[in-house]
């Protein structure tokens, strides 16, 4: 009797993560550009509207009544994952853009196992976008609607050929690495700001090669791990360390990376 171990079928989670999905963006869309739409500041600055919060308690209930036996993470909710099963929530990935009226904004949905997100989606329904990924399933995107189509990174092995993207080249100098995005950018051959969820998935559909993070909560890149990994690409920390939960993130093609790590720690 083979003693190796069957790993889970991720493709009934999928189906429920997309589920999620489609209720997130029931809510959040019509929320988008409402004259009558709610926003705060948490104690960290940072804005949440009447959308973020609605749309986490409702995937919030209807994951407890699919998978009571889960637990849940989410950017407005808390929580914790552990090594079971998991969930991690960000109801609107770019609320600043969702808040100022401009479409680059997501639902992130993740499912963890042993700590690992097995199961991502991304849905970006005021961009028309989706893209969605499970563990040896493939990473897949659609638009309006459309028919699904595969997705993978680009083959760009030189960083002198490689398209760079963060979120805020400020947040450099708020965490004291100015001079780390300055070496990586001038090591590239273009950056842009695409920012948030927009560009690690950018990375995973091969339109860029490299994006940064200098600061990154779990709920930002748990979903887009598993898309990236499905693709062909790497996400780890700006030490190198693979995974969602280092407090920055380095996502690639997978060619690219070690030669970017080396440029961003040779800079500290």
Not at 2 to 24: F, G, M, N, W
Not at 115 to 122: A, D, L
Not at 231 to 238: I, Q, V, W
């Amino acid at each position: 009797m083979s003693s190796a171990v069957t790993e889970p079928d991720t493709r009934a989670d999928l189906a429920l993560a997309l589920e999620l999905a489609d209720l997130a963006d029931a809510i959040t869309l019509p929320r988008f550009r409402a004259a009558d739409l709610r926003v705060t500041r948490k104690p960290d600055r940072t804005p949440v509207t009447d959308a973020d919060t609605a749309a986490e308690e409702a995937l919030r209930a209807a994951i407890g009544g699919q998978r009571p036996g889960d637990a849940i993470l989410g950017e407005e909710g808390g929580g914790s994952v552990g090594e079971g099963r998991g969930w991690v929530l960000d109801p609107i990935d770019g609320t600043k853009n969702f808040s100022r009226g401009m479409p680059v904004w997501a639902s992130l949905i993740a499912l963890c196992s042993g700590g690992v997100p097995v199961v991502g989606v991304v849905s970006a329904p005021a961009l028309g976008r989706r893209w969605w990924a499970a563990a040896r399933h493939g990473a897949w995107t659609s638009e309006r609607g459309g028919e699904a189509r595969r997705i993978s990174v680009t083959g760009v092995t030189a960083l002198e050929d490689a398209y760079l993207s963060t979120t805020n080249q400020e947040t450099f100098r708020e965490f004291d690495g100015m001079d780390r995005w300055l070496a990586l950018s001038q090591a590239c051959w273009e950056t842009r700001a695409f920012g948030d969820f927009w560009q690690h998935c950018l990375v995973a559909e091969g339109a860029i090669d490299l994006a940064v993070e200098p600061a990154a909560n779990p709920w930002d890149l748990a979903a887009v791990q598993v898309l990236l990994e499905e693709a062909g690409g790497r996400l780890t920390d700006l030490r190198g360390v693979p995974g969602f939960a280092g407090g920055d993130g380095l996502a690639s093609n997978g060619h690219l990376h070690e030669a970017a790590l080396r440029v961003l720690q040779s800079a500290e």
